[in-house]
């Protein structure tokens, strides 16, 4: 649905993802706020937040995409590797190059069709068919641990500590270079990128704050093994800071410098894991905690990293 519309008086003071679902019924208010921070939708040529109250006479132009994946998704026989489970929620090790939920171009194969099969009851939590119980993401191409909701109460009380940054989210990465420092903070806004929509950037004008806590837990000679511990959880935080610092992860495909983006990697996707997950448990109260081991990919990487180390006549950085 192609938008060119000049707010009436009806609409005015109402919020535009609320505008956006008036508009177009088949458009849930999750969606509308995807489209809207995604920089689809502007308001008189310029990107909003999607609680902007418009006014009479603004102009909203912009793509609302055919979205059809709400009509049905299906139960997928996916090996899932599961952690822990009770009646209210599961925590999963996804493996690296499983997207998390169906989007246009991976309609089936993701975590969500295997979750169906394994609980074919999580298919009504949350408003989106195609989130069924799914409380936050992890990039395709990222490794490690999930928790997912089994229950509308589940999803609720997680999503709520996720965002007042109850969670505590602990990662390993290789980093490309020498680090100048055996610890340290990155404190940069992240906002979509002002011309490659589908990617995010440092921006000082939109950006949301972000922050990144990292110590160095070993040293290579052209790479770091870092811990990082996310305070907030913004798309590619952590991809987007250690690019913005000189530092781009090994192997990402998206998030490195000109010159070696298309250049063929040696390794199989971004070093990125997800190690460590603790939280409060919706029903008791309780607080979990999850780790999770590197996976064999991961463990290779590493393993050519220290032999070229010791196969090489340079001094070994000294280890943190």
């Known amino acids: 649905m192609k938008m060119n519309i000049s707010i009436s008086a009806d609409f005015d003071n109402t919020r535009l993802d609320a505008v956006l679902c008036a508009l177009d019924k088949t458009v849930t208010r999750s969606r509308a706020a995807e489209l809207v ?10 990107t909003k937040k999607p609680g902007y109250r418009v006014k009479t006479g603004d102009l909203v132009t912009g793509c609302i ?7 049905e998704v299906l139960p997928e026989n996916i090996p899932t590797d599961i952690v822990f489970e009770d009646d209210h929620l599961l925590v999963i090790h996804k493996k690296a190059g499983m997207v998390v939920h169906p989007a246009p171009g991976n309609l089936t194969g993701t975590l ?36 997912i909701a089994k229950t509308s109460q589940a999803l609720s009380f997680l999503q ?17 270079g020498n680090l100048p420092e055996d610890r340290g903070e990155i404190n940069l806004p992240i906002g979509r990128h002002p011309v490659k ?50 530092h781009p992860l090994l192997g990402d495909p998206v998030y490195q410098p ?8 040696r390794v199989p996707w ?17 607080r979990m905690e999850f780790t999770a081991e590197l996976p064999e990919d991961f463990l290779r990487v590493l393993a050519l ?4 180390i010791q196969n090489s006549e340079l001094p070994i950085p000294p280890q943190f």
Not at 122 to 147: C, F, P, Q, Y
Not at 305 to 308: I, N
């Open 37 to 46: 921070t995604a920089g689809e939708i502007l308001v008189n040529n310029k």
């Open 65 to 71: 995409p055919e979205f059809k994946l709400e009509a």
């Open 112 to 147: 969500v069709n295997a979750l169906l099969h394994h609980s074919p009851d999580i298919l009504g939590i949350g408003e989106e068919k195609n989130r069924a119980g799914i409380v936050h993401r992890l990039d395709k191409d990222t490794s490690g641990l999930m928790v």
């Open 160 to 176: 709520k500590e996720f965002k007042e940054r109850r969670v505590e989210k602990n990662y390993l990465a290789l980093v490309t």
């Open 197 to 246: 929509r589908k990617m995010m950037a440092v921006n000082y004008e939109t950006g949301k704050p972000a922050l990144t806590l990292w110590k160095v837990q070993k040293r290579f000679k052209e790479a770091c093994l870092v811990e990082i511990a996310l305070k907030t959880g913004r798309t590619h935080q952590i991809r987007v800071h250690f690019y913005e610092t000189g």
């Open 258 to 265: 000109g010159r070696l983006r298309k250049k063929k990697s």
């Open 270 to 286: 971004q070093m990125l894991h997800s190690q460590r997950l603790s939280f409060r448990h919706p029903y008791s109260g309780q």
């Open 305 to 308: 990293l220290e032999s070229e």
